[in-house]
């Protein structure tokens, strides 16, 4: 009898979580390193408006493991080339090592901020567009998502050539 209770109870549960779900889940966990993944988002601006052009992908990355995980990058269809950067005297340069997150430790990506950069987008990338983007670490397994673009909440970025 109780194990009934708990199959219905679970029933119920996965009931109520399917009548309330979206086709983009906003938090991806990791169970086997405790990387959490949340709010993830791609920025539509100027410079994504056209082939050719780029721009950034944001995202709340934790670290509950038991060790430092890098966040390597990214893949996706959209861009011929991804990038981790960060912004230091309002000029964006590449972290070609990646970016470390240390336990117990959020990385807040954000614009004007540090950021995995999408370069030679293949597409123009407008606001409420979806794009799938996997995030890629050294030590965690990839994460993919459909991210949905948006413009910037404030903060700003430089975007220059080198
Ligand atoms: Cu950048």
């Known amino acids: 009898m109780k194990k009934l209770i708990a199959a219905i109870a679970i029933l119920i549960s996965a ?23 949340e709010d993830a988002w791609v920025r539509a601006s100027e410079y994504s408006a056209a082939a050719g052009g780029m721009t950034g992908v944001f995202a709340k990355i934790t670290n509950r493991g038991d060790k430092t995980i890098t966040l390597v990058g990214g893949s996706t269809d959209i861009a011929k080339m991804v990038q981790t950067h960060e912004v230091v005297d309002g000029m964006m340069r590449e ?21 995995v950069m999408l370069m030679d987008i293949v597409k123009p990338i407008v606001v ?14 990839p994460q993919t998502f459909t991210l949905t673009a948006k413009e910037s909440e404030g903060g700003d970025e430089t975007y220059t050539e080198k």
């Open 15 to 37: 009931v109520s979580i399917t009548g309330c779900s979206t086709d983009e889940p906003k938090t991806v966990t990791d169970t086997r390193t405790g990387i959490i993944i």
């Open 95 to 115: 972290i070609k090592e990646g970016i470390e997150i240390h336990v117990g430790q959020t990385l807040v990506l954000q614009p004007g901020g540090k950021h």
């Open 128 to 141: 409420g567009d979806k794009i799938t983007f996997t995030f890629k670490f050294d030590k965690a397994d």
